[in-house]
């Protein structure tokens, strides 16, 4: 017997915003987690745009289990030509037990509220309703969430929107931000994370991979974190416990 192909979510317009995240999210949850340690879908995350939207059609036509990365992609997707929400990465670097761990989620701006799209193991580390008034109490909300597993949240890295265009031949940007969370007061993170936000909002962020090519910046000693730009993330979600 074939495995029923979980229809892909199209949106109505008496869909409210929120519904129509829920569908999307629904629909990740019916491909389910992909738990058998090898990865269905190589994901460069330094491919154009429309390279990565090719992937993500494919997801949709071979209905296999994902991970966090491939339902970023996922996620951008199928929230494409919907400009009222705004998409971008966040990505968490986090310890324990002696091992580091990566993990990814598509941040989600919509209406004046914050909440995400994503897959873990754990269901309290992929989705969260458009219901915080900051990024940081998302940011936040997912911090505490780790406090849960014992792990705790060494960086945060937070890219820009990704733009409603799927041909577009830019690469995402996945951490123009980059927060070492764990030497710093929360107070301190909440502001630097809200000037972000509010630069990403008024649109005056430019991805720093537009004039240069991607070029690996030594692990840096910066204590700046707006010096240390693009480089396409390594082994997202390979070791992802979470």
């Known amino acids: ?56 059609k494919e997801m949709t036509r071979e209905s296999l289990p994902i991970k966090c990365l491939e339902a970023v992609i996922l996620g951008i997707y199928l ?16 310890h324990f037990s002696g091992n580091y761990f990566h993990h990814v989620v598509l941040g989600i701006y919509c209406n004046g509220r914050y909440g995400s799209l994503g897959m873990s193991r754990r269901s309290d580390l992929m989705d969260k309703p ?68 509010r630069d990403m909002r008024m649109k005056i962020l430019k991805p720093s991979s537009a004039h240069s090519p991607m070029k690996e910046r030594s692990r840096g000693k910066s204590l700046s974190p707006r010096r240390r730009q693009a480089s396409p993330q390594r082994r997202a979600c390979k070791r992802d416990k979470s």
Do not use: C
């Open 1 to 56: 017997v074939q495995p029923s192909v979980p229809p892909v979510p199209n949106y109505k317009l008496s869909m409210s915003i929120p519904e129509w995240l829920q569908a999307i999210q629904n629909y990740m949850k019916m491909l389910q987690y992909n738990h058998t340690g090898t990865q269905f879908f190589e994901i460069r995350k330094s491919r154009p745009l429309s390279g990565l939207m090719e992937t993500a």
């Open 79 to 94: 929230t494409n030509g919907q400009p009222s929400v705004e998409r971008f990465p966040i990505s968490f670097k986090t």
């Open 130 to 197: 458009l219901t915080y008034r900051t990024l940081s109490d998302l940011i936040f909300e997912f911090e505490d969430s780790y406090k849960k597993y014992l792990h705790s949240v060494k960086k945060v890295k937070i890219g820009l929107y990704v733009p409603h265009e799927p041909h577009s031949f830019q690469p995402i940007e996945w951490k123009q931000l980059v927060l070492n969370v764990s030497k710093m007061m929360r107070t301190e993170v909440r502001k630097e994370l809200e000037k972000f936000a």
